[in-house]
C-alpha cells in the first residue's frame, strides 16, 4: 500500500501529466513531434482523449511528411502508442494505419518477386 508521501507524489505526477497533455493539444505541433511524442505519452499512461485526436488529426494530416526510410517504423510506433492508450475509436487514424502496413507489405511481396542478382 502507497504511503501518504507516496500518494501526493503520485497525485501531482497524475496533475503535472494532465497539465502537459492539456498544454499540447493547444501546441502547434508536426509529425514528427507526434512520432517523438507518441511512445512516451502512452507508456507514461497519458490517456487524454482530446490529445490522442488532435495527435491523430495530425498524423491524418501530415502523413506524407515522414522520411520513406522512418515510414514503417513509424507507423508501427504509431499504432502500438495508438492502441496502448486504448485510443481505438478514430476509424479514420485506424485505416490509416492499416492502408499503410498494406502497403508496406505489398511493397515486400514486390520486392520478393524481383530477379536476384
Do not use: C
Request: glycine letters at 2%; a negative charge.
Amino acid at each position: 500500500m502507497l504511503g501518504e508521501e507516496d500518494e501526493k507524489l503520485n497525485k501531482a505526477f497524475n496533475a503535472f501529466k494532465a497539465g502537459f497533455a492539456d498544454k499540447l493539444v493547444k501546441s502547434e505541433l508536426d509529425i514528427h513531434d507526434v512520432s517523438a511524442l507518441a511512445m512516451p505519452l502512452a507508456a507514461e499512461k497519458v490517456e487524454s482523449g482530446k490529445l490522442w485526436s488532435r495527435l491523430a488529426r495530425i498524423v491524418l494530416d501530415k502523413n506524407h511528411k515522414i522520411p520513406e526510410e522512418e515510414y514503417l517504423q513509424t507507423v508501427s510506433n504509431l499504432a502500438w502508442a495508438f492502441s496502448k492508450v486504448n485510443h481505438t475509436d478514430d476509424r479514420d487514424f485506424w485505416l490509416f494505419i492499416e492502408r499503410a502496413f498494406k502497403t508496406e507489405l505489398e511493397k515486400l511481396e514486390v520486392d520478393d518477386q524481383l530477379p536476384k542478382q
